[in-house]
């Protein structure tokens, strides 16, 4: 399984983005997909996950913020991030897991200025 990840950038305190994670290969494979973070001198983190069958979790910094959702005619998982505080800065990482293990995309930078 192959993850491309994308949509990072530089936005201000009170902005918005969307993460897409484009899923190729063995997708057939895959129960859960979500997203991690890990900013500097942090641990990676979860922050929302999905499930084959649309259930979601949240990281509870998150919660009434972020929305994880999944197109799965374009084997696609978006993270739409509103009302983004400097503490979400963070290189986000795309995951999948399944099976036969465990995947991970590159990373995408998501810088929120105060």
């Known amino acids: 399984v192959q993850l491309q990840a994308s949509g990072g950038g530089l936005v201000q305190a009170g902005g918005s983005l969307r993460l897409s994670c484009v899923m190729s290969g063995s997708i057939y494979s895959i129960d859960s997909m979500g997203w991690y973070r890990q900013a500097p001198g942090k641990q990676r983190e979860l922050v929302a996950a999905i499930t084959s069958g649309g259930s979601t979790n949240y990281a509870d910094s998150v919660k009434g913020r972020f929305t994880i959702s999944r197109d799965s005619a374009k084997n696609t998982v978006y993270l739409q991030m509103i009302s983004l505080k400097p503490e979400d800065t963070a290189v986000y990482y795309c995951?999948?897991?399944?099976?036969?293990?465990?995947?991970w995309g590159q990373g995408t930078q998501v810088t929120v200025s105060s």
């Open positions: 995951n999948a897991k399944g099976w036969r293990g465990a995947y």
